[in-house]
């Protein structure tokens, strides 16, 4: 017969064990003691909350099996917890499995070295302008999937500032629950964190001088690989969030109050507004010209020259220039709830 | 080419365009930007209908200066045209119905955020539709995420913040799964384009190499649209996203947003992979067998419910379960049952939240079904449209939930194996009772006349709210009605499809 080992609960089964059914759970008997607390407390909420509108019987007659149901769902948990790992495994498997199936890496004959690819490594630079291929594909070929792509980060940036703004005093009014039910709670603040100066810590020597000799290097590295796009590895996407890291360390190293002198809210909203409208009329121009058969009047220029490649150029800036923006932006919101 | 073969690609730019513009603008301005954009997106697509109609065949429209295989297209065939008239009408007047409760839940210096979102909404659903491109799809179905999240939680509660993150966290594991299967099927063809795809697909099959790539592919497809428009076991997001936004928000996201993935998984089926290979490899059996699961216990969850917001929700949960059996039956004549239920049910569906709200006051303590008694007294109009709407659900015939549950008992017999169509029968059968369980029980309760009527809420009924209430009644008499020619634009649209 086995034997309980004595340091059973140090082994990586009984471990195994604990994680498998939740962090720590409570003995059976504390918590149903716990949740039948909290019907009461419940039941107790509800009467007050409708007592000017129906009568609810004394005593809940739900309670007792509201309360079964609920040590009963503990027991599930377990399972539930199990069945998602092996479901998870069993995906995970699939999917490498499934890798052993597909065309080889980088093998000759895979299906996507077809007539797409070629053409876009072959005449890439022709048709476009480019020397790198990957703008050329993603800002002139697949223009459109791009365009989508700067509209993400631009709504991405909206959402978390309505996931910042919240309202407060939503338990206040259910306790209280004194106002007419038909308001809609218009007694409640719209609350966001404002700006307090602890957010502008003294920033260490250390980090400031470092900043002074790096943040302009930074800039200049980011807009080369801007203006740059076209010719060597980078463009818009790359450049942009080399820019946005530049804002966020000189932000890090003087705080807000001074990056606010050349950066804030009115010049981001300039910028970021600017840019996606000059960069929407733009591949409205692209799209249109080309979808018509109009013939575009703006010129490739010589390939290789870094006044080159047609619209790529000012494209690559302007979603530059919206990358960077977004990326402070989300910073700035998270660090202290606003712009 | 034809002037008119640039109004899809206008009606998509220009909700684009609105939503940068919005940003900058104050709220009563961006509100009619908004208002203006669904309107002209509205027009620009009945004009592709016209036309589509009238030249009787599908065009495609090359997006900037390269054609097919190497440039992005999209393309607008009957089906397209009517799905985006549909949805800019629906959004349209659940904008107008929900406006007084806009106003309320959302504070005034932000209102122009909620009208960015759904402009970008719109442009995702439009781009959705229209698109002749995989990865197109995918990059749009990030944008309509993220704007749906913004919609659920721009009301502000913490159940709100609760729900989005619940939706935030499902809705990203769908869009993981997505890309990995357009990865996938990339590198298994060598094409994002529809066509080509296809083509592509057709071959591998014949030859049979890659076919378990495929077989996995097209499983995480259908797994990833699934989670996001929450079919049965993936719906756990949806009560609490649908249930406590703010009126509007609630009545897009219930008949929209879902519905642009379903529109996308129909194009999938239709133009990348064809129904013959989706039955080879038996993913429609799957999905029939999730869709009448959907549709049983999503009603029998909305059974359970004392909150009738979360009631409405969780038949949201069968409804998207039709949809799927439709699939599942795998003939042209459930898909065009699908199709039409897409329809009705978005029609149904953001008409009860809107007469929903009209009943509670826009907030959802006084959601639960004791407080509601006696409500439509209190507030006619909503409570005509409340009973309109579950009419419809429950299938009573004039309505439009009755004409999809006809086309769908019709696309049974012609289902050659017969135990699905006995299943899909008694499916039928069982969840119109269960649907008529709750939604029959709802309107007798708040037809109750009450003796005591003092501290119940009284709802003022604004100008807005009572005319979009009477334009969906009359769109939900519409498609149960004059429901033969929708019909045939959608054989005709599946027609050009193939």
């Not at chain 1, 003691?33 to 019907?39: L, M």
């Not at chain 1, 890439?124 to 697949?142: H, P």
């Not at chain 1, 209280?176 to 602890?198: C, I, K, L, Q």
């Not at chain 2, 309107?39 to 200066?65: K, P, W």
Request: net charge neutral; glycine share 10%; with cysteine.
């Amino acid at each position: 017969m086995s034997r309980l080992r004595k340091d059973y609960e140090h082994t990586k089964t009984a471990r195994f064990v604990a994680f498998v059914q939740g962090d720590e759970p409570p003995r059976d008997e504390d918590r149903t003691e716990e949740w039948r607390r909290r019907v009461e407390e419940q039941a107790e909420t509800d009467r007050a909350a409708n007592a000017s509108y129906l009568e609810l019987p004394d005593t809940d007659p739900q309670a007792d099996r509201r309360l079964l149901r609920m040590t009963g769902f503990r027991r599930i948990r377990r399972f539930y917890y199990v069945i998602a790992m092996i479901m998870c495994l069993m995906i995970i498997g699939m999917l490498i499995l499934n890798v052993a199936y597909m065309p080889p890496f980088g093998s000759e004959d895979a299906p996507a070295n077809n007539e797409v690819s070629e053409r876009y490594l072959e005449k890439g630079g022709e048709e476009t302008g480019v020397v790198n291929t990957v703008t050329g594909m993603i800002l002139q070929y697949r223009a459109f999937d791009t365009f989508g792509e700067t509209n993400v980060l631009f709504i991405g940036a909206c959402t978390v500032i309505i996931l910042l703004l919240h309202r407060e005093g939503e338990e206040d009014k259910r306790r209280h629950h004194e106002e007419s039910v038909s308001d809609n709670g218009d007694a409640s603040e719209w609350t966001r964190v404002t700006y307090s100066p602890e957010y502008d810590r003294k920033g260490d020597v250390i980090l400031q001088t470092i900043a002074k000799l790096v943040v302009p290097m930074i800039f200049l590295f980011g807009l080369y690989i801007l203006l740059n796009g076209h010719l060597s590895p980078g463009g818009g996407f790359s450049g942009g969030a080399v820019l946005g890291a530049g804002l966020i360390l000189y932000n890090q190293a003087f705080g807000f109050r001074r990056t606010e002198r050349f950066f804030d809210e009115k010049i981001y909203d300039i910028i970021k507004v600017g840019s996606l409208c000059l960069y929407a009329m733009i591949i409205a121009y692209y799209l249109f010209t080309g979808a018509n058969g109009i013939p575009s009047i703006v010129p490739l220029g010589t390939l290789g020259a870094i006044l080159s490649s047609g619209l790529i150029l000012p494209i690559n800036l302007l979603v530059g220039l919206e990358v960077a923006c977004t990326m402070y932006a989300f910073y700035a919101l998270f660090r202290k709830g606003s712009f | 080419m034809e002037w008119i073969r640039n109004f899809p690609f206008f009606a998509i730019l220009l909700a684009m365009v609105s939503g940068p513009v919005s940003s900058v603008l104050p709220g009563r301005h961006a509100r009619r930007v908004s208002f203006l954009v669904v309107i002209t997106s509205g027009l620009l697509s009945v004009c592709t209908l016209a036309y589509v109609l009238y030249t009787g065949e599908a065009f495609t429209y090359q997006m900037g200066a390269f054609p097919a295989p190497f440039g992005n297209e999209i393309r607008a065939g009957v089906l397209e045209a009517m799905t985006a008239t549909f949805f800019c009408l629906i959004m349209l007047l659940s904008l107008v119905g929900g406006y007084r409760f806009t106003a309320v839940d959302i504070a005034e210096d932000r209102e122009n955020l909620f009208y960015i979102l759904i402009n970008l909404l719109l442009a995702s659903l439009l781009a959705l539709i229209y698109t002749n491109d995989l990865f197109t799809g995918y990059v749009f179905i990030e944008i309509n995420t993220i704007a749906a999240c913004g919609l659920i939680m721009i009301r502000g509660w913490g159940r709100n913040l609760l729900a989005a993150t619940k939706y935030m966290i499902m809705s990203l594991l769908g869009s993981g799964l997505l890309l990995i299967s357009i990865a996938v099927l990339y590198g298994i063809t060598g094409h994002l384009l529809m066509e080509p795809m296809h083509g592509a697909i057709v071959d591998i099959v014949e030859k049979g190499t890659y076919t378990e790539p495929l077989t996995v592919a097209v499983g995480l497809f259908c797994v990833g649209i699934a989670i996001k428009s929450a079919l049965f076991p993936f719906h756990s997001w949806l009560p609490d996203a649908y249930g406590y936004s703010t009126c509007s928000s609630s009545a897009i996201l219930s008949s929209l947003v879902s519905k642009g993935y379903i529109f996308l998984l129909i194009k999938f089926f239709y133009r990348v992979i064809g129904t013959d290979i989706i039955h080879q490899i038996q993913v429609d059996d799957v999905l029939f067998v999730f869709g009448i699961a959907g549709m049983i216990f999503g009603s029998v969850s909305a059974i359970q419910q004392t909150d009738v917001g979360r009631m409405i929700a969780f038949s949201s949960v069968a409804q998207i379960g039709y949809i799927y059996m439709g699939f599942g039956l795998n003939t042209e004549a459930g898909m065009i049952a699908s199709i039409f239920h897409i329809l009705a049910h978005s029609a149904g569906k953001s008409l009860l939240f809107v007469s929903l709200n009209g009943l509670t006051g826009g907030n959802w303590e006084n959601a639960n079904y004791r407080k509601l008694r006696g409500a439509a007294y209190r507030n006619r109009i909503a409570g005509v449209g409340f009973a309109v709407g579950s009419l419809s659900m429950v299938g009573i015939p004039l309505l439009a939930g009755f004409t999809s549950k006809v086309y769908f008992a019709q696309a049974a017999f012609g289902v050659s194996s017969t135990t699905k169509q006995l299943v899909t029968l008694v499916a039928l059968a069982v969840s119109t009772i269960l649907n008529a369980m709750y939604f029959i029980g709802q309107t007798i309760n708040i037809y109750t006349p009450l003796q005591r009527t003092e501290g119940r809420p009284r709802v003022a009924v604004g100008r807005a709210m009572w005319t979009a209430t009477v334009l969906f009644i009359l769109l939900n008499l519409l498609l149960g009605i004059g429901s033969e020619p929708i019909f045939r634009w959608i054989e005709e649209g599946l027609r050009l499809f193939g």
